[in-house]
């Protein structure tokens, strides 16, 4: 007789709490694309437990110090007759993954039953996706600071020009030269230039 | 010499002042120590980094301290108890609606810091808005394994109420308590100094009773680390009771309060008005009923009395209203497990004492 066909495993239902619309775009894109599709965002801390029990998640994601996840907690140990989480989803026997969690600050909570092997692969996504999107806001946090920069040269720049009746390549190279002879960044010598132009006011 | 570098997360709480205090007044440096402090916000995530090892140590609610070794709701993760940061500093507070709404049920001159009384004021309160079909009042409290949950409802279930059916009991983080009252997804909440104070002070709420009001000697925080990182680094951590000890000690001094309100209220720390920490550190609260003060010299005790003793009563203590709130199943190996967290026994190692013996640990005044 033949070996009866293996049922697929019936999908997950992911409930992802986070507050970053744009975190969670990036990680609900990353589930996605690990053929996840049942993905039921919560964005803010109103009556998390009722809006997760209406839910009835399988697995629940939240960041590591979402402090959210003492609400969650609570959930445990309610005598309701609904399934609920039995806590947080760490496998013991990979410690490398349990360092990379964190080190991402990821946590899941899975329900009672659930497989390692099914819940492994979504932390997994989570963690490469939070460690994305550290990387794209320190990206742009950088690019921002580098924009500020800019506008205080030109600042610093119209302030000698002005004062000096000198053109700009010239106000520029000013800068550069006192930079380059005090071993500091043309960005602070620009701000020394603005201060002390609004202090002469 | 350079220092030992101990890594330990705290809650901006008063009760966190010990290790502030250790760390940043040379105590900790005194015993060839550096404290490394890092703020956190939940409990769950201060719990998570002390057992997976990011911190050394932690300042930790005593229940938490004591299930997390159970493995209740949390990867079982043995910890020790070495050394106690308080005992009491919590208070019940109202909304201005709902205390209203409470007073005007209590008896004519019943006396309103009697929780018998004000139990009774909250049965019949209960029993008029389930006879108007109005929904049960939400009491915030800051975890499952809280004083504040277990103080909450040992006043509940005096009052012949059912902590479980006739309220509802939400967990909210210390940090968003003020937050929650004012937007109306509580009626009232128990946590620790300063947020009731704060409360008080925005007009939010008002204080119906500290917490010694109830019991008069509440174990509250604990300063928990690992077993393992206790056995293997024995030397650092009998240094590191003694820095704190003496925190403890220097906090009890009135002459201090001034400097340790300031010391709290810092934007790293409580980021708090240093006059509001005061209240707590002297035992005086405006409620904001009116121009009501409510004083008690035990409001919030640290090192007073042997305090600091992790009493193993404490732990037992805390395993029953464990046990009694369906938190565990429990029975006498578990229970004893459960005292095996206080370790008095490296407490009085360290300091080469052996503490007073009190006779009642907890003190309660609900009968």
């Keep these: 007789m033949p070996d009866r066909p293996k049922t697929p495993d019936r999908p997950l239902k992911i409930a992802l709490v986070e507050e970053s619309p744009v975190r969670a775009a990036i990680l609900e894109e990353g589930l996605r694309e690990a053929g996840h599709a049942t993905i039921l965002r919560i964005p803010d801390r109103a009556n998390l437990l009722e809006r997760i029990y209406a839910i009835d998640p399988d697995v629940i994601l939240i960041g590591l ?18 399934r609920r989480p039995v806590g947080m989803f760490v496998d013991q026997s990979d410690s490398s993954s349990i360092e990379a969690a964190i080190d991402a600050g990821v946590s899941a909570y899975v329900v009672d039953g659930l497989r390692k092997e099914r819940v492994k692969p979504i932390l997994d996504t989570m963690v490469s996706r939070f460690n994305a999107f550290s990387r794209l806001k320190a990206e742009l946090d950088q690019a921002k600071s580098q924009l500020e ?47 002390a132009a609004e202090l002469l006011k | 010499m350079s220092l030992d570098r101990i890594k330990i997360g705290f809650i901006p709480l008063v009760d966190a002042a010990v290790p502030i205090v250790a760390a940043d007044l040379g105590f900790a440096a005194a015993e060839g120590i550096e404290i490394e402090l890092h703020r956190e916000i939940s409990w769950s995530n201060i719990r998570d980094r002390l057992t997976l090892g990011q911190f050394d140590a932690a300042h930790l609610l005593a229940p938490l301290a004591v299930a997390t070794s159970l493995g209740l709701n949390s990867v079982k993760t043995p910890l020790a108890v070495p050394i106690a940061l308080n005992l009491n500093g919590n ?21 309103r810091a009697d929780p018998r009384a004000t139990g009774a004021a909250l049965k019949r309160l209960v029993e008029d808005r389930r006879a108007n079909g109005e929904e049960p009042p939400v009491l915030g409290m800051t975890f499952p394994f809280s004083t504040h949950n277990y103080q909450l409802r040992l006043w509940i279930a005096a009052a012949g109420l059912n902590p479980d059916e006739d309220v509802r009991l939400a967990v909210v983080p210390p940090p968003y308590m003020v937050d929650a009252l004012e937007n109306a997804h509580v009626d009232g909440f128990c946590v620790g100094a300063p947020w009731n104070s704060v409360a008080v002070e925005l007009g939010l709420g008002r204080i119906l009773h500290l917490g010694v009001e109830l019991l008069s000697s509440c174990p509250e925080k604990v300063l928990a680390v690992r077993r393992k990182w206790l056995d293997e680094r024995s030397d650092v951590a009998e240094r590191l009771i003694r820095a704190l000890a003496a925190a ?38 405006p409620t904001g009923a009116g121009d009501e003060l409510r004083n008690d010299g035990r409001y919030l005790v640290f090192a007073r ?55 009642d640990p907890i003190g309660s005044k609900l009968g």
């Design chain 1, 65 to 82: 110090a979402n402090p959210s996840r003492d609400v969650l907690e609570q959930m445990f140990q309610m005598s309701r007759s609904v």
């Design chain 2, 91 to 111: 208070a019940i507070t109202l909304a201005p609606h709902f205390h209203d709404e409470l007073m005007a049920r209590l008896a004519p001159r019943e006396d």
């Design chain 2, 305 to 359: 009395d042997g305090a600091m003793r992790p009493d193993e009563r404490h732990a037992r203590w805390l395993y029953a209203e464990m046990a009694r709130w369906g938190q565990t199943k429990g029975g006498p190996e578990e229970e004893a497990l459960a005292a095996s967290v206080y370790r008095a026994d490296v407490f009085d190692a360290a300091l080469g004492i052996s503490a007073p013996s009190v006779a």
């Design chain 2, 248 to 285: 403890g000690k220097w906090m009890e001094l009135p002459g201090n309060r001034a400097e340790a309100s300031d010391l709290l209220g810092a934007s790293g720390r409580l980021d708090v008005a240093p006059s509001i920490i005061r209240r707590a550190l002297d035992g005086r609260l």
């Design chain 1, 149 to 195: 920069e800019r506008k205080l040269v030109d600042r610093a720049k119209g302030i000698l020009m002005r004062q000096k009746g000198i053109g700009e390549e010239q106000a520029y190279a000013l800068l550069r030269t006192v930079a380059m002879n005090e071993k500091k960044k043309i960005a602070e010598i620009a701000q020394a230039v603005v201060t």
